[in-house]
């Protein structure tokens, strides 16, 4: 279980997070939204302690507190956060990174065998081409590449806790539905829990039951169900915060 | 001394002071201060460690394709002339242990040649200290000769890199650039590396290879020893 409690989170003496809570459980799938700028990147990377954030206030994942936990550590409990717009890193391929991140955190030597015949399975199941295995991590991809090829980490690093940085931006339709399924996929086998961060309906009807947040001025100001997720669709975020806003006073 | 390529890396031990390559693929070394004259398509690759001056000659028409490895243990003058309608793509890689001045001077001496330097420096200890002065020398009446200087020196802790970019144009005629970036690691990459699970050493590691490998060939490469390297 996650469990964020009265969070604040300043980055250059900048408030962007204040009092945030937020819990989601074992297997649960929680929708973040909001306007643009209301801090919904900044809990994706809070929740990994970004070295560039100030941070207090309670973050606990299983009992562990992430805020005294380097990303690293983090990680190898099983969380897993897919950015926005994931870092390019020539030079680096995404075999080399991720048989180093599984023989490290298993502290085992990888067979490489059983290694490649696991990726170019993965990579079935999201219709990625087995090149990109060999590929530079997310270098001189498209938008909607490197969302694939993103999940090819994911499948093979089995996290429990995802976070999902506005995972369906940049994605044509085919794309998202390839996307879609194989978060539906791996959310049927392995159940984890899921914080996902968007702006749209689009990705969410992958997933039978979720909860929605909306997110202003870097506090959670309405919470709701897939009905509040279809309301902001047709009345956008204006009429919701205002209302949220009114709720709260 | 003419030496003849063949299709395959050639290794060769230079024992002249002044040589001539002719076209084809060379991995070469030499006991003393060097002057080696390209004459056609060269491709060159130099692993050195012992500080011995090179100076090459590109004679008119020639193209060289250079990969240079330098562990750094003496001060060391690199001097390229390039004639007329010549091409240099050099990849100069310096890992350097203790405190030294590196020069490398490319001369533009005639018309229509294009020339690009890629440097890539790093310190070995923690406390090394490197200057490196990279000067571009356009001589006066040339014309149609292009220059392009793309250097980095990446910082692993408290050690110092200094670089030095020198255009010095003596004619209207030309296109000069350069670039130079000295830093540490980027904090981005490294959370990402870290947010897959990556310890610091190994995300550093694989961030250091990357900044050194780009810049040589698989012949090269062996030499590195990278695992030498302390980052803590």
Known sequence: MLEIKQLNVKAESKIILNNFNLTINDGEVHVLMGPNGTGKSTICKAIFNHPDYEITGKIEYDGHDLTKMTPTAISRLGLFLLNQNPVEIEGITNAELIRSALSEKNNTHIDIFKFNKRLNEICEIINLPKSFVHRDINFNMSGGEKKKNELLSLFMLEPKFIILDEIDSGLDVDALKVVGASLKKYYETYHPAILIVTHHQDILKYFPKYQVSILKDGSIIKTGNEALAQEIETTGFEANVISGSKENE | ?232
């Open chain 2, 1 to 232: 001394m003419l030496l003849v390529g063949l299709k395959k890396m050639n290794k060769l031990l230079l024992v002249g002071v002044k040589n001539t390559l002719a076209p084809g693929n060379y991995l070469i070394s030499y006991k003393n201060k060097t002057t080696i004259d390209i004459d056609g398509e060269v491709n060159l690759a130099h692993y050195e460690t012992t500080g011995y001056d090179l100076n090459l000659n590109l004679l008119d028409n020639a193209i060289l394709n250079l990969n240079y490895l330098y562990i750094v243990s003496h001060d060391l003058k690199l001097t390229i002339n390039l004639n007329n309608n010549t091409t240099l793509d050099a990849h100069i890689t310096l890992v350097n242990e203790g405190s030294h001045k590196i020069e490398i001077n490319l001369n533009m001496l005639g018309n229509n040649n294009k020339a690009k330097i890629t440097l890539r420096v790093i310190n070995k200890n923690n406390h090394d200290n490197i200057t490196v002065a990279v000067t571009g020398n356009i001589a006066k009446n040339t014309c149609d000769n292009e220059l392009l200087e793309d250097l980095k020196g990446l910082i692993l802790k408290e050690d110092t890199i200094k670089i030095c970019p020198n255009i010095e144009v003596d004619t209207n005629e030309v296109i000069a650039n350069h670039l130079v970036t000295i830093g540490s690691f980027n904090k981005e990459d490294l959370f990402y590396l870290k947010t897959k699970g990556l310890s610091e050493l190994t995300a550093k590691k694989l961030l250091l290879k990357r900044f050194l490998i780009n810049n040589l060939p698989e012949d090269l490469q062996k030499h590195l020893k990278l695992e030498v390297i302390k980052f803590e």
